[in-house]
């Protein structure tokens, strides 16, 4: 029996562009259902990927896509990389950006026609290759099933993954003008969002399958405090609604082969090792003082606000603390302010893929405060290369990261501290427990050890998604 096909789409893939988690599920998930379907992975070529690096070449396909009586031009162009085939869609409207998103302030008012052009490139992949399945993954791909279910010659059946309910792709109406998408969509069952075009809302709407990224996440969203208004929209829809927990890529993420660290390692001996290197590299003293780390996105979601008001209490302890991140320019600059007065803070303000590796392998605690986290896969990283998570326990934290006062060797679960309220005296609270955890090695190591040898691959996580594609695939189109 010949494989199932499946196009995989995502605005983001590691290695070619990442700004966060998609980027990771985006790369992993592809080579988790490689052997069993035949997968094509589908994102834009921003002008920014080394197309050399990736012998990126041009396919002799292209389209002409017309959008409001404007025609574009969009060509195709393809790779071989690790086993996966890779589709890249070319415009210039859609790829020659400095960055991925942006904001309108930035320079990009026009994220509606660039994602909304991208959509319709892949409806018209999809109608010319048949796919059976496509998979879309968050708002910037949302589109695709409405235009699936508008031109009854593409037979594909879809899945939408919510990665981040709070990014919904919200634009003014005349984004629906400007995307020719006729005005009966424009209703509170469909497309509108107090008045405005929601895309994410479209993805939920037309897809065949809705999955969110962790079980408890997918209950979350159907309640006030976590549904961004769309609680009532997903309920509605809450039948093809579930919750898969994200895997983190073993191969990307392992440290026993990880050749961006200053020595891989299987064990925390190895791992002090690279505590040593790192903590020269980045001018931090004491190999036996704890480290704490925080990697991530500089937003309200992670819990910013909340490790801002941490830090100067925090540092006042004989501990370190490096935190590596960006985004909004606001938290940058508070958090620089910080770090200008203690010794103990280090911080990057950069994207940089190895420093984040070579932290994991330093670390003994990650911090991960989120206020809201859909899955998190930092934690799970941060355990696999033998470091404790420190969590606010909400969504996929608490799916992942069970209290180390729970502990047993049940390799499915990891352990580390966990808070219930996301305020500072339960923040400093579950940090002061660290220090003490730390103080007792032995304990410590153990469960360090334990949390190395978890499994947070993907299979099972794959394994869920084949049954969903295969029952979206028996059903009828909707
Ligand atoms: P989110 O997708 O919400 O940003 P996740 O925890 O799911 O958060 O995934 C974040 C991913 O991005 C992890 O692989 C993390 O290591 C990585 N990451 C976040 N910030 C940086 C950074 N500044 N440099 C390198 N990697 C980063």
Redesign the pocket.
Known sequence: MSKLSLLFVSSEVYPFA???????VAHALPRALNAEYAVEVCMPLYSFIDRKKYKISKRSEHFDITIASEVHSVELYGCSCEGINYCFIYSPLLCEREFLYGTPEEGYADNALRFGLFAYAVAALLKEKQHEIVHLNDWQSALVTLLIKEDMSIKTKSLFTI??LAYQGLFPRHALEALAIDSKHFTMDALEFYHQMSFMKAGIAYADAVTTVSKRYAQEILTPEFGCGLEGFLKHHEKKLSGII?GVDTEHFSPAKDKMLALAYDDLKGKAENKKASLKEIGLRGIKKPLFIF???FTW??GVDLLLEALPSMAAFDCNIAI???GEAGYTTKLEELAALHKNIHL?C????S??HQM?AAADFLLMPSLF???????M?AMNYGAMPLVHQVGGLKDTVVSYKDFDDKKEKGFGIAFKNPNLTAFLGAFEEALELFANKREYNKICRHNMLCDFSWDKSAQAYSKLYKKITHGEKS
């Open positions: 990442k700004s966060g988690g998609l980027a990771d990665h981040n994200n990697i991530g996105r979601q992670k590596l991140g960006h990057s950069i994207h940089d893929e420093l984040s994991y986290e859909p899955c998190g896969l930092s934690q990283i």
